[in-house]
């Protein structure tokens, strides 16, 4: 099965063959590219084919079915929890090219897009009629509808709008079988009932069981102005306290972010801003009507300060945040791992784990302690950030892959960190998907849950939808 035993460059040949040798890469300088994700995990791509439309996608998967050869749909492959490399020898589906914002409607609340468009360019789009769609991971300004649907993303304004299995209204895929089946399942109006939801079912499946050509994606109006306060706390427990004071209060945040004091110095370094943190951070957005705006401020800064806050920067509007580079210091999470780790491995590969576990917000103070406490055993500097509004931390080490003792370190640091997620009543993944990091613990989650018989019932979903096994194997769950 797959591509161990073919003759490589005849598959190679006959994918060109059937769309052209514009719509086929086989150098293998630009195959590894698309063969790796940013934590460092890396397969074997043989090909990489480039489609531009659903009869393009339907095409490939008639010739792998045929062929019984492994195939990888990708979008911008930020992925972080290993789903979207090629774990075993195959073909890699990039979609980056299937990137058209076909329509946008105000009046039915929707736009259709293909799966290959980035969030951000979806975004700016949108704000030509002064909508938006809510879903901002950090890695925004690059990853893509179909990454986003395949992963089930949120990002730091989930704590008010949820994941993407909130706004995919349908979808348009293509089935991994004979004869590539183009399904269009959902709707496109915001109340719809088909029988078995099949298009939230793709959602978070992690192109395992389908690749999504086009989506139906609901939006909402952006709100006229937000207004955002960035904060230093000297304690956790005094930050933790100024969350619990603005949930109290009912205030409607739009978005509500955290790092501890080390993370926060080292980002704010890693942007040249001339903020400089002196405590835990806590990023708040609220989002109000202008003639609000002063008031709320003021009494966010109010309750910052009653907390404990040993500063306090604020804006009246979410232009003037982003010129201050308020936002910007939490979504710079990733690349200030990246810089602590080119400081601390210059010169070696590195492997980078982030975590992505969430527990209730009542236990947040809690799970921050825990993983303080992880990071003194095992000796890893953790970069930590996360969404505390809705409770999701992303723990993030590196370690070198040349140190087989660091590496079983870093394992076990990784493992002991969801399973202080599940004992806290958790999860291990709250939207970077399970891929092949997570597969055992969920394993672990689901029968702390009394509910392994999940893991059964998701196999057999795999069976029907790709009865040949042949869409990104290996992730998610055990078919074999």
Same mark, same amino acid.
């Given at each position: 099965?797959?591509?161990?035993?073919?003759?490589?460059?005849?598959?190679?040949?006959?994918?060109?063959?059937?769309?052209?040798?514009?719509?086929?890469?086989?150098?293998?300088?630009?195959?590894?590219?698309?063969?790796?994700?940013?934590?460092?995990?890396?397969?074997?791509?043989?090909?990489?084919?480039?489609?531009?439309?659903?009869?393009?996608?339907?095409?490939?998967?008639?010739?792998?079915?045929?062929?019984?050869?492994?195939?990888?749909?990708?979008?911008?492959?930020?992925?972080?929890?290993?789903?979207?490399?090629?774990?075993?020898?195959?073909?890699?589906?990039?979609?980056?090219?299937?990137?058209?914002?076909?329509?946008?409607?105000?009046?039915?609340?929707?736009?259709?897009?293909?799966?290959?468009?980035?969030?951000?360019?979806?975004?700016?789009?949108?704000?030509?009629?002064?909508?938006?769609?809510?879903?901002?991971?950090?890695?925004?300004?690059?990853?893509?509808?179909?990454?986003?649907?395949?992963?089930?993303?949120?990002?730091?304004?989930?704590?008010?709008?949820?994941?993407?299995?909130?706004?995919?209204?349908?979808?348009?895929?293509?089935?991994?079988?004979?004869?590539?089946?183009?399904? &269009?399942?959902?709707?496109?109006? #915001?109340?719809?009932?088909?029988?078995? *939801?099949? @298009? /939230? %079912?793709?959602?978070?499946?992690? !192109?395992?069981?389908?690749?999504?050509?086009?989506?139906?994606?609901?939006?909402?109006?952006?709100?006229?102005?937000?207004?955002?306060?960035?904060?230093?706390?000297?304690?956790?427990?005094?930050?933790?306290?100024?969350?619990?004071?603005?949930?109290? &209060?009912?205030?409607?945040?739009? #978005?509500?972010?955290?790092?501890?004091? *080390?993370? @926060? /110095? %080292?980002?704010?370094?890693?942007? !040249?801003?001339?903020?400089?943190?002196?405590?835990?951070?806590?990023?708040?957005?609220?989002?109000?009507?202008?003639?609000?705006?002063?008031?709320?401020?003021?009494?966010?800064?109010?309750?910052?300060?009653?907390?404990?806050?040993?500063?306090?920067?604020?804006?009246?509007?979410?232009?003037?945040?982003?010129?201050?580079?308020?936002?910007?210091? /939490?979504?710079?999470?990733?690349?200030?791992?990246?810089?602590?780790?080119?400081?601390?491995?210059?010169?070696?590969?590195?492997?980078?784990?982030?975590?992505?576990?969430?527990?209730?917000?009542?236990?947040?103070?809690?799970?921050?302690?825990?993983?303080?406490?992880?990071?003194?055993?095992?000796?890893?500097?953790?970069?930590?950030?996360?969404?505390?509004?809705?409770?999701?931390?992303?723990?993030?080490?590196?370690?070198?892959?040349?140190?087989?003792?660091?590496?079983?370190?870093?394992?076990?640091?990784?493992?002991?960190?969801?399973?202080?997620?599940?004992?806290?009543?958790?999860?291990?993944?709250?939207?970077?998907?399970?891929?092949?990091?997570?597969?055992?613990?969920?394993?672990?989650?689901?029968?702390?849950?009394?509910?392994?018989?999940?893991?059964?019932?998701?196999?057999?979903?795999?069976?029907?939808?790709?009865?040949?096994?042949?869409?990104?194997?290996?992730?998610?769950?055990?078919?074999?």
């Amino acid at each position: 099965m797959g591509l161990e035993g073919a003759p490589v460059a005849r598959i190679a040949e006959e994918l060109e063959k059937l769309f052209g040798p514009e719509k086929v890469v086989s150098d293998p300088h630009i195959v590894r590219l698309y063969s790796r994700e940013p934590s460092g995990l890396e397969g074997r791509a043989e090909a990489v084919v480039f489609p531009e439309s659903a009869l393009d996608v339907s095409r490939l998967v008639r010739y792998a079915y045929s062929r019984e050869v492994y195939i990888y749909p990708q979008g911008s492959s930020t992925d972080l929890a290993g789903g979207a490399f090629p774990e075993r020898p195959g073909v890699v589906v990039s979609m980056e090219r299937m990137r058209r914002v076909r329509e946008v409607s105000v009046l039915d609340s929707v736009a259709v897009v293909e799966p290959g468009v980035r969030l951000w360019d979806l975004n700016v789009e949108l704000s030509r009629y002064r909508y938006m769609f809510p879903i901002d991971p950090g890695s925004v300004k690059v990853a893509t509808v179909g990454g986003a649907i395949n992963t089930g993303a949120g990002g730091m304004r989930g704590a008010r709008y949820g994941t993407m299995r909130d706004w995919v209204l349908g979808l348009e895929i293509v089935l991994p079988d004979e004869e590539g089946t183009i399904l &269009r399942v959902g709707c496109r109006t #915001l109340k719809c009932r088909q029988g078995y *939801d099949l @298009a /939230r %079912l793709i959602v978070g499946s992690e !192109g395992t069981l389908a690749i999504v050509t086009e989506a139906i994606l609901k939006i909402t109006p952006m709100p006229e102005n937000v207004v955002v306060v960035l904060a230093f706390f000297p304690t956790l427990r005094q930050l933790v306290d100024a969350v619990i004071e603005v949930k109290s &209060r009912a205030i409607d945040t739009l #978005l509500m972010e955290f790092m501890d004091v *080390d993370s @926060a /110095r %080292l980002a704010a370094e890693t942007l !040249g801003a001339s903020i400089r943190p002196d405590g835990h951070m806590l990023l708040v957005g609220v989002p109000v009507y202008r003639e609000a705006s002063t008031r709320v401020l003021e009494e966010m800064v109010s309750i910052a300060k009653a907390a404990g806050a040993a500063s306090v920067y604020t804006a009246k509007s979410m232009e003037e945040a982003e010129e201050k580079k308020l936002l910007e210091i /939490r979504r710079s999470l990733f690349a200030t791992q990246a810089l602590l780790t080119q400081k601390q491995f210059k010169g070696r590969k590195v492997m980078m784990l982030m975590e992505d576990i969430a527990v209730p917000p009542s236990k947040l103070l809690d799970a921050v302690e825990r993983l303080k406490e992880l990071e003194a055993k095992y000796g890893f500097k953790t970069v930590l950030g996360g969404h505390i509004g809705d409770g999701n931390l992303h723990p993030t080490i590196s370690y070198p892959v040349d140190d087989e003792k660091a590496k079983e370190a870093a394992l076990n640091w990784y493992y002991d960190v969801m399973k202080m997620a599940i004992e806290l009543g958790g999860t291990v993944s709250a939207e970077h998907g399970i891929g092949v990091l997570k597969k055992e613990a969920l394993r672990l989650e689901l029968e702390r849950m009394g509910s392994v018989k999940a893991l059964e019932i998701m196999a057999g979903i795999k069976r029907v939808f790709d009865p040949k096994g042949i869409l990104n194997p290996g992730k998610v769950v055990a078919v074999e």
